[in-house]
């Protein structure tokens, strides 16, 4: 199996699958779906969506989030802020 660098979700890094351990034989599939049926696993969910952290800063009393090494070295950034990364890189990026 080869290794190569992921460079993706933000922050946190890249959260693997399942499917992400080439490694992993049938029976231990098997055993961890078993785990899992049984109430047994202890971890975090998967869900698709965006990485971000959110803190309140009790000096402004405003939220603060971040999505990146960018946002970190801001501070964060507040609702509107963020409001508007979003919207700037939801666009084509021919209009950026």
């Known amino acids: 199996m080869d290794n190569k660098l ?34 047994k696993l202890r971890g975090t969910e998967k869900t698709d969506g965006q990485n971000v952290y959110l803190s309140f800063d009790v000096s402004t009393q405003k939220a603060r989030a971040i999505r990146n090494k960018t946002h970190i070295l801001a501070g964060g950034l507040d609702v509107e802020q963020f409001d508007e990364f979003f919207l700037r890189s939801s666009k084509p990026s021919s209009t950026l």
């Open 6 to 39: 992921l460079l993706e979700g933000a922050v946190a890094g890249h959260m693997n699958h399942i499917y992400d351990n080439g490694e992993m034989t049938f029976g231990e599939l098997k055993q961890l779906l078993q785990a899992a049926v049984d109430g």
